[in-house]
T-cell receptor, first 112, second 114 residues
């Protein structure tokens, strides 16, 4: 079955440093989504990427979808303590009957 | 509240007992997912529905797990003869396919099997 892996599993940065998490799918995706889960919370949708090579920005967050539509990345510039949480990518295969498969997640810790 | 609602929020049960969880999705959403999440892991797919039809059930899921969505609205997830390994957070999410595939999650039901 489809597998979605993320690296790194965990990253600890000082406030102001940049952060990147990488997502790789074993199969080609129709789209990829990113979610953030705060400690003790549930996953919350951040963004969706659909087109090959697509790049989207949300303030300090930059999301990329690979040309082959099998990988993606999330980059945070100048992290803040409010960025703390676990970031998950989630892939949707082609066709309306496909399910949303979550990656293994990257936990981000930011300290002053 | 128009978000995804899950009940109960917490459940403690003795090993061997049956438990049932309920999920009320966003009212117009036709897709409903169940996931299981343990500490430090990503949401693990259990099953999903398109309206009332159950489209897929994880092959990793034992026969003790069953889910229903009888009228295409709310859904229930039942675990029979619970085991300690079933202890986890059970998350429900809904979306509107194909217009918007974004999944909206409920707060989850935390199950502890003692």
């Amino acid at each position: 079955g489809q597998q979605v892996m993320q690296i790194p599993q965990y990253q600890h940065v000082q406030e102001g440093e940049d952060f990147t998490t990488y997502c790789n799918s074993s199969t080609t995706l129709s789209n990829i989504q990113w979610y953030k889960q705060r400690p003790g919370g549930h996953p919350v949708f951040l963004i969706q990427l659909v087109k090959s090579g697509e790049v989207k920005k949300q303030k300090r967050l930059t999301f990329q979808f690979g040309e082959a539509k099998k990988n993606s990345s999330l980059h945070i510039t100048a992290t803040q303590t409010t960025d703390v949480g676990t970031y998950f990518c989630a892939g949707l295969n082609t066709g309306t009957a496909s399910k949303l498969t979550f990656g293994t997640g990257t936990r981000l810790q930011v300290t002053l | 509240d128009t978000g995804v609602s899950q009940n109960p929020r917490h459940k403690i049960t003795k090993r061997g007992q049956n438990v049932t969880f309920r999920c009320d999705p966003i009212s117009e959403h036709n897709r409903l997912y169940w996931y299981r999440q343990t500490l430090g892991q990503g949401p693990e797919f259990l099953t999903y529905f398109q309206n009332e039809a159950q489209l897929e059930k994880s092959r990793l899921l034992s026969d003790r797990f069953s889910a229903e969505r009888p009228k295409g609205s709310f859904s229930t997830l039942e675990i029979q003869r619970t085991e300690q390994g079933d202890s986890a957070m059970y998350l429900c999410a809904s979306s509107l396919i194909p217009l918007n595939t974004e999944a909206f999650f409920g707060q989850g039901t935390r199950l502890t099997v003692v």
